[in-house]
């Protein structure tokens, strides 16, 4: 019995070690974004040269910069709403409707994120020209909802499947119809789910980066306009800057979104433990 035990302390510490390498090579270089970001030099080196909040105040007053933004902002709240009102006729289609054809389309609608992102990017490329929309704001709002398509299916469906199925039962043998059950239980019991899908809809647009380089016209969105500044080595600390404001936006919201599925799952526990059948 002792000599199991060493070796589960041994596995157990092993294994310990290896999380620990794998967060510090997955995160530290994120973490030195904000780190290079309040440095007084335009070289992301070591040694700092000193503390600074320049980077952060030529960050106001870029026309391009704001420009770039509102295109990121707009484009990401439309796509985000189209992908998320897919997701939540795809997520209860496929687990209510009793369909082969529903089935299918969920599964076809959860296939993008399994396809390299230069695969979509050219594909949307020749649709768009091949209809007569060419790289424009248009073109990108689709390709977003194409890509921002899966992350809402996989929420809503997990959401509609926590939900227990007598409650819909009761609905319907009370006399409701389908719509009326979907749209005054079912649809207000997945509200948090709603929110967080459209929410981690809203971050993949934000930050898509591929689908935008094929499919942008004269109007770059952020990550478009990020690339860009690259190019120049004096640009390098505001582009940090900017790195680390959109890091904390984007950690709040995807907090914001995992609060409220968590949210949505506790409501779903409480409904069925009030529901008598």
């Known amino acids: 019995m002792s000599a199991a035990r060493t070796e589960a302390n041994a596995g157990g510490r092993w294994l310990g070690a290896y999380v620990l390498a794998y967060l510090v090579f997955l995160y530290l270089p994120i973490l ?5 970001s309040f440095n007084d030099s335009i070289q ?18 870029n026309p391009a910069l704001s420009g770039a933004l509102a ?22 289609m496929d687990l209510y409707g009793s369909s082969p054809l529903a089935a299918a389309i969920s599964a076809i609608a959860r296939l993008p994120i399994l396809i390299p992102g230069v695969i979509v990017g050219i594909s949307l490329l020749i649709l768009v020209n091949l209809v007569g929309f060419g790289p424009s704001r248009i073109a990108i709002v689709l390709g977003h909802i194409l890509v921002a398509l899966p992350t809402t299916v996989v929420v809503m469906r997990s959401r ?10 009761a609905a319907l043998d ?33 930050d898509e980066f591929i689908v935008v380089f094929f499919l942008a016209g ?27 404001a959109i890091l904390v936006v984007s ?10 599925r968590h949210r949505g799952l506790g409501t779903a526990r409480r409904a069925a433990a009030a529901n008598p059948a």
């Open 218 to 244: 004269t109007e770059p969105t952020l990550p478009l306009y990020i690339w860009s500044q690259l190019r120049f080595p004096r640009s390098l600390p505001t582009v940090m800057a900017l790195g680390t």
């Open 44 to 61: 992301a080196a070591f040694p700092l040269h000193g503390f600074t909040l320049q980077w952060y105040a030529t960050l106001y007053g």
């Open 160 to 169: 509609f499947a926590a939900i227990p199925k007598t409650i819909r039962e």
């Open 251 to 260: 950690f709040i919201i995807a907090a914001l979104a995992e609060f409220l």
């Open 32 to 36: 030195l974004i904000p780190l290079f």
């Open 174 to 206: 009370l006399g409701a119809s389908d719509w009326t059950t979907f749209r005054r239980v079912m649809l207000p019991l997945s509200l948090p789910a709603v929110l967080s899908a459209f929410m981690l809809a809203f971050l993949t647009s934000f």
């Open 71 to 92: 295109n990121s902002l707009v484009i990401g709240t439309i796509a985000a709403s189209g992908a998320t009102l897919c997701g939540i006729t795809v997520s209860y």
